[in-house]
């Protein structure tokens, strides 16, 4: 559904009302065409919502109006300007501004330092040497602040604020810059119900202050709280663009997908079996031996999905760290089907029979620069058959093995077993993590984090699978941020805060309201 | 560059590179078409001639006949010659490119050399064994020795997180100074200013061996370096322990998620590159040389650096970069005394092939994208 009759008149925009313009944008990357004769008009003052798969082409068009990457072909106008050999300086300049997924906040510098680096206010020494005039800068941040209802104490430290409150930095520093074209990307992955609540407020009032939000996101319920209108990428086209008021999250999802969806979980009820494991009064001390995690006792039993909730940086990945002997256990004991393993090493626990998909894919669950039959055997690699007992390994082995997981879990890439992990895409990354996990068939599966960043189609195939394995009566637990997928596949839960499980009661004795509560340490049971 | 891309030659040229099948080696050979280019610029701004100097480099490593030859030697002496100094060269570069498949900087080859050499030359090669019980002894603690020096630098890193470049040029130094010390005390030649020269039977080379008419060194070190490389290779690509060194140095994380020890396979790692630097060492001292030079350490430990990198720290590939800067090392002094032009060309030469071999992802991307590019041309001239 390309505007293209749009897209060839060669409008001016006389009335100066569009703040983007961009038209018959291609870019193509060696092997792939990530935007595909994208035209797209983008009013001044709306909140415009661009949606799509992992993999969709979203990034790349941000990055392109962000001046990152040049089409190939097409135009980029902003504010009537057509632009041309075009920067992010130059993005900067006509009042583009991005709030990436990931911060970028200097941790122990303060929030008034990391809103100006690199346009600080400057007085001169002794008339001429330059100094930064740091009185000036935190007033300024200060009024700012104010001005934008974006509160925050411009004198403390990035390494001593939440995440929400280092949102709200990346946010003043667009607004420092005299942004008015406000890029956020993915910006409620990371955030509570509440926060979300009151981050999806600030962008309304940053409209209602005559600026221009595009918000790229996966969550249609937040697009339909807070969008105008919504662009649809698929496949690098972009397939619609609708009134979200006009629409429904319904529509938006299989425009996206390509197909129905249907994100309505069949969880059949629980048959649990034996003990799984149990946990014991575990307290794990970071690297500065700190407690992180403070006396938390659980159990999982088979055919039951556990699941932690909480804000992150609450002592979940921890949790998981230490179960699975990545971090040392300070004081409690671990059991896994009634055999200790508090002390017990990685690889032990493994062959006893923990899986593990970890948050963090790309630094833990994969070795990029493996070949994907090398990353699918990476718990078997040394054992028989794919290692012979004089240390010599069988190549034919690897890639046997990679075909059969390859066509079961449907991991797609260029290269079948031989493809570098680091080129598949996210998806198909986790996809490679979960079916070496799931093939490895421990009794104990724990998931952290295993939907993040993935499109609604991966979402809806990862939880089925996550359901699947509680059918063949593993013991789950599930670390997640996402309330949604806490309440659609658990059990049980247990929320945490600051290290410690507030409460833990059977899913269905909860709600969604009263979760978020104990999440922000709101409430404490007795 | 339509012109370019247009262009016949630019065209086939644009195929072969693209072909990444063979980009292995068509991209560091294209690296040093650049840098010989380039050094050709600057000995021409010298005023002398490019094409001379490549030439006398060349024959003073053996590779081309010279003019005329002192008596007793032919070209066969040079390129013997050139292998008995190319031998501690391709052991030194192997040493360098374990420790960087396990994601370490072993920077310490010099003092593992030295050790090593140090130890063999006067443990066996100041007693009256035979050689053939000498020159396996000398491998056996040159190679022992080194291994420990780089183990130990290994367990610094994986037990106290010591940066192991930190450590290792300590040791580098901490070792050429004791041994200075006992080479000075106990060892010194007094004429020479140099440890005593050893005994022929624990020497690696056969030095001054009559063959077809002329005197030659035969050094053994060479096939004990090229069989080192095959085995590396093997080491690394076919077996658990390659894989588990592999997999520490591309993600440590990653590696200890999947259970790998890391710090066993750190050390285990840091044990054969401090080996092979010894056994580099054993061929230096008690091979090319005969004695030590107190207070010393090799510059081929550090060159050595280069030279893996150049082989894009791949066992073979190191074989070939080994050959090519140890021609431009062995060559530049006869080059300078025939053509006249600073043998330092040879640093600045090799110094070139670096520089752009560590552009090689950058051109793999080039041609990528010009290959991208004439393919859309080509669809547009079938006009869709």
């Known amino acids: ?526 | 560059m339509p012109s370019f891309k247009k262009s016949r030659p630019g065209r086939f040229l644009l195929h072969r590179l693209g072909n990444e099948k063979w980009q292995w080696i068509s991209i560091p050979l294209l690296s040093v078409v650049l840098a010989v280019l380039t050094g050709s610029g600057v000995i021409l701004l010298m005023g002398k001639s490019p094409v001379d100097t490549y030439i006398g480099i060349l024959q003073g490593a053996g590779m081309l006949p010279k003019a005329n030859y002192a008596g007793g030697t032919n070209m066969l002496t040079d390129f013997m010659s050139f292998l008995d100094a190319m031998a501690p060269m391709l052991l030194a570069a192997l040493g360098v490119t374990v420790a960087f498949k396990a994601g370490l900087f072993n920077i310490g080859i010099s003092g593992q050399m030295l050790f090593g050499g140090f130890l063999a030359t006067i443990l066996v090669g100041y007693s009256d064994l035979g050689g053939l019980v000498a020159k396996p002894l000398v491998l056996l603690i040159a190679g022992a020795s080194g291994a420990l020096v780089g183990g130990f630098i290994g367990l610094m890193k994986y037990r106290y997180n010591i940066n192991e470049v930190v450590s290792s040029i300590m040791v580098n130094y901490i070792l050429a100074y004791f041994i200075s010390f006992f080479i000075k005390t106990h060892y010194i030649n007094p004429v020479s200013r140099q440890s005593e020269y050893i005994n022929a039977a624990a020497s690696l080379t056969f030095k001054g061996v009559a063959l077809g008419g002329v005197k030659v060194n035969v050094p053994l070190g060479i096939l004990l370096a090229l069989m080192a490389a095959l085995v590396v290779h093997y080491l690394i690509n076919k077996t658990r322990l390659g894989y588990e060194i592999k997999a520490v140095g591309a993600n440590r994380k990653g590696a200890g998620y999947a259970g790998i020890p890391i710090g066993r396979t750190m050390v285990t790692a840091m044990m054969i590159s401090g080996g092979l630097g010894g056994l580099a060492g054993a061929t230096y001292y008690l091979g090319y040389f005969a004695s030590i030079q107190p207070g010393v350490l090799s510059d081929l430990g550090f060159n050595a650096i280069a030279t893996s990198l150049l082989g894009n720290n791949s066992p073979l590939g190191v074989i070939l970069s080994s050959i090519l800067i140890t021609i431009l090392d062995k060559g530049a002094t006869f080059m300078s005394s025939k053509v006249g032009v600073v043998k330092e060309i040879s640093g600045v030469i090799t110094s070139l092939i670096l520089l752009f071999s560590a552009m090689g992802a950058y051109f793999r991307y080039l041609i990528a994208k010009k290959q991208e590019d004439v393919k859309s041309e080509n669809r547009e001239e079938m006009g869709e």
């Open chain 1, 1 to 526: 559904m390309n505007d293209s009759s749009q897209a060839h008149s060669n409008i001016r925009d006389p009335a100066g009302t569009l703040a983007v313009a961009l038209r018959r944008i291609t870019k193509r990357f060696p092997g792939i065409v990530a935007n595909d004769d994208i035209s797209l008009e983008i009013k001044e003052g709306e909140i415009f919502a661009l949606l799509g798969e992992n993999g969709a082409g979203k990034s790349v068009l941000m990055s392109i109006l962000f001046g990152l990457y040049e089409p190939e072909e097409g135009e980029v106008w902003i504010k009537g300007k057509r632009m041309s050999h075009f920067s992010p300086r130059e993005a900067a300049r006509q009042g583009v501004g991005m709030v990436h997924q990931h911060f970028k906040l200097v941790e122990n510098y303060t929030i008034a330092q990391n809103i100006v680096l690199g346009m600080e206010p400057v007085k001169r020494f002794l008339g001429g040497v330059p100094l930064v005039d740091m009185k000036a800068t935190n007033e300024k941040i200060r009024d700012l602040s104010h001005r934008f209802k974006l509160d925050v104490d411009p004198l403390q430290l990035i390494s001593e604020i939440n995440v929400a409150t280092r949102q709200k930095v990346e946010i003043l520093k667009m607004l420092y810059r005299e942004a008015d074209i406000l890029i956020f990307d993915e910006p409620t992955a990371i955030l509570t119900p509440q926060e979300v609540d009151y981050l999806l407020q600030i962008i309304r009032e940053l409209r209602e202050g005559g600026k221009t939000v595009i918000l790229i996101s996966h969550k249609l319920e937040e697009i339909k709280a807070v969008a105008d209108r919504c662009g649809i990428l698929h496949r690098g086209r972009l397939v619609a663009v609708k009134e979200v008021a006009q629409t429904s999250t319904k529509e938006m999802a299989s425009l996206m997908v390509g197909r129905e969806v249907i994100l309505e979980v069949d969880k059949p009820p629980a048959r649990m079996g034996e003990t799984v494991l149990k946990v014991r009064d575990l307290r794990v001390l970071n690297r500065d031996k700190v407690a992180v995690v403070k006396g938390v006792s659980f159990e999982i039993r088979a055919g039951e999905i556990f699941a932690i909730a909480g804000v992150a940086g609450n002592g979940q990945t921890e949790i998981a760290d230490a179960l699975t002997g990545l971090m040392a256990t300070a004081s409690g004991r671990v059991f896994l089907l009634d055999e200790e393993i508090t002390r017990t090493g990685v690889r032990e626990r493994n062959l006893k029979g923990i899986s593990y998909i970890p948050e963090d894919r790309q630094s833990y669950g994969l070795i990029l620069d493996y070949d994907l039959s090398y990353n699918l055997a990476l718990k078997n690699y040394f054992k028989e058959p794919f290692s012979s007992p004089g240390g010599r390994l069988r190549q034919e082995e690897f890639s046997r093995y990679a075909e059969r997981l390859i066509e079961i879990y449907d991991i797609r890439s260029n290269r079948g077993g031989g493809s570098v992990v680091r080129s598949l895409s996210g998806g198909n990354q986790q996809k490679a993590i979960i079916a070496r996990e799931i093939d490895q068939d421990s009794p104990l599966m724990i998931f952290v984090q295993p939907t993040r960043g993935l499109d609604v189609g991966a979402i809806e195939n990862t939880w089925s699978q996550i359901l699947k394995e509680r059918e063949e009566g593993k013991g789950i637990l599930l670390v997640s941020l996402e309330l949604e997928e806490v309440m659609a596949l658990a059990d049980t839960i247990g929320v945490i805060y600051n290290g410690e499980l507030l409460t833990v009661k059977a899913a269905k004795d909860f709600s969604k309201r009263e979760i978020g509560e104990y999440m922000m340490g709101v409430r404490k049971d007795a």
